[in-house]
């Protein structure tokens, strides 16, 4: 073929890519090309951005990337903003282009987008050609059809360790060959959309910057800088500081990084420091990730309704007052409101902080889960929508989960997780005179401890919507 349009989606890498490494075999020329969906950047119907700042920025920042390194190898990179499928028609039928490749989404409105370019292109009669390339495990290697997928994560983790190899990671480009009078296209700003620039808290645990180049630094910091690989099993819980978890997510949800990158690396690190389970054990979260684009890919849309892919019946309770109290951290319950708080302010939160949060809204408060997964896809910065929708459907009881009713109680997970209140108190600077044993209960406080610890509940700090756990308390 002479002409490639290679369709650059969650895939913005070189690196292990194999959309792009076979459109450089097979083309005389290809055409790189990006296209920001404007029906990702409209408001939901709770009112805030589909894609908020934190996660458009991010996305901003490895586009420009993208087209950096492609720009070093002689290419150029397209990029508009629109209706991927019209967009990417007009230019075939511009261009002259033999074929469209891209990498195989799998979640509900990625797929109607591939399916109506499809239709577009079969009217121009130039083919469409997918590939694999988000997952640690190749689609094609697995020891059964999606159809047969099993629906318990610990099945599913004990047949491809057992039968499956990871491939090995494709070598990135030495060049790139694209159209003489090839336009690039300007990459729009955040106001293109709606979007103020995102808050800098310095409290942040990592300043998140989008791209291929600073996702290779991150894994070599988090690896070789800090050891932290080394210690991932016992510390990947924590909730403050840079290193206590890899903070790899970002720029694997963009594909900023390929999972089989980070096996490698794994592999790489092991034999140069020793073979460690710790290490293996952020192994088993990239096992996470391929099972819920798998769920994804088994159940269809199913993974975006109220009832789940169990397809049961939950009560949709909906109450918008406490809800907005919980998107904007101020329930009462200090490790919810700090969880909440570093959400809306850094576009991060642990994954302990994310389960708790969640079983929150919908065990305490008694409300629908489906508004609390499209809150995380607005702010997150590493959203990913099959992740997070089979995490939400986890949560509620609607998924995965072989344990019926699990709860995660909000003051044991506190005390687990930050016994001196380090974290909340960091959040929650109200209540920063509050000693380790009350920090997490600040409505028991007697009137003698409210003054000597400076704090009015309802005044300085709002009294909680429920008592842990169950009872309501104020509405």
Same mark, same amino acid.
């Given at each position: ?10 895939? #913005? ?36 951005? /589909?894609?908020?700042? *934190?996660?458009? =920025? ?11 390194? !492609? +720009?070093?190898?002689?290419? =150029? ?9 019209? =967009? ?8 002259? !282009? ?10 509900? +409105? ?25 997952? #640690? ?31 090995? @990671?494709?070598? +990135?480009?030495?060049?790139? &060959? ?29 300043? *998140? ?13 988090? *690896? ?11 510390? &990947? ?14 720029? %694997? ?10 096996? $490698? ?6 034999? %140069? ?9 952020? #192994? ?20 975006? =309704?109220?009832?789940?892919? $169990? ?15 919980? &998107?904007?951290?101020?329930?009462? !319950? @200090?490790? !919810? ?52 929708? +089979? ?11 072989? /344990? ?7 003051? $044991? ?11 909340? /108190? ?44 169950? /009872?309501?308390?104020?509405?």
């Amino acid at each position: 073929m002479k002409r490639i349009l290679l369709w650059f989606r969650n895939d #913005l890498r070189l690196i292990d890519h194999e959309a792009l490494h076979n459109a450089l075999r097979k083309a005389e020329e290809i055409i790189p090309y990006y296209c920001f969906d404007v029906r990702q950047f409209a408001d939901t119907r709770h009112g805030f951005p /589909k894609t908020g700042s *934190f996660r458009a =920025k991010f996305l901003l920042e490895s586009v420009h990337d993208l087209r950096r390194r !492609i +720009g070093r190898l002689g290419g =150029k990179l397209v990029v508009e903003s629109g209706k991927p499928e019209e =967009k990417i028609a007009r230019m075939v039928a511009e261009m002259n !282009i033999d074929a469209v490749y891209a990498h195989k989404e799998v979640t509900d +409105g990625e797929v109607k987008v591939e399916e109506a370019l499809e239709h577009a292109l079969w009217r121009l009669r130039v083919p469409m050609e997918y590939f694999w390339g988000a997952s #640690l495990y190749h689609l094609e290697d697995l020891p059964f059809p999606t159809k047969n997928l099993p629906e318990v994560f610990s099945d599913f983790r004990k047949q491809v360790e057992r039968y499956v190899a990871v491939r090995e @990671p494709l070598p +990135g480009p030495a060049a790139i &060959r694209v159209p003489e009078q090839l336009t690039e296209g300007t990459i729009p700003c955040l106001s293109d959309f709606n979007l103020k620039e995102p808050p800098n808290d310095e409290r942040t645990v990592l300043r *998140f910057i989008g791209g291929e180049t600073t996702a290779h630094d991150r894994m070599q910091h988090y *690896f070789y800088k800090v050891d932290g690989i080394w210690h991932y099993k016992d510390t &990947r819980n924590g909730l403050t500081g840079s290193d206590y978890s890899s903070k790899l997510a970002p720029w %694997l949800a963009a594909g900023c990084l390929s999972p089989r990158t980070v096996f $490698k690396e794994v592999l790489r690190y092991e034999s %140069l420091r020793g073979s460690d389970e710790s290490a293996r054990w952020l #192994l088993v979260e990239l096992m996470w990730r391929d099972f819920f684009r798998l769920i994804a890919r088994k159940h269809a849309n199913n993974l975006f =309704k109220p009832g789940g892919i $169990k397809q049961a019946f939950v009560p949709m309770v909906e109450d918008l007052v406490l809800f907005e109290k919980w &998107r904007t951290g101020v329930t009462g !319950i @200090p490790f !919810i409101d700090a969880n909440m708080q570093e959400l809306l302010r850094t576009g991060y939160m642990s994954s302990g902080g994310r389960q708790t949060v969640a079983s929150f809204l919908v065990k305490d408060l008694g409300l629908n889960w489906v508004p609390g997964a499209d809150g995380f896809e607005s702010q997150l910065s590493d959203y990913d929508p099959a992740s997070n929708r +089979g995490n939400w459907n986890y949560v509620a009881g609607v998924g995965n989960d072989p /344990k019926e009713g699990r709860y995660f109680n909000p003051l $044991k997970q506190a005390r687990e997780y930050d016994p001196e209140g380090t974290f909340v /108190k960091l959040w929650l600077p109200a209540l920063r005179n509050i000693p380790a044993n009350k920090v997490h209960t600040p409505w028991l406080l007697n009137a003698e401890e409210r003054t000597r610890y400076q704090l009015v509940p309802g005044v300085d700090y709002p009294l909680p919507l429920v008592e842990p756990w169950g /009872k309501a308390l104020t509405r």
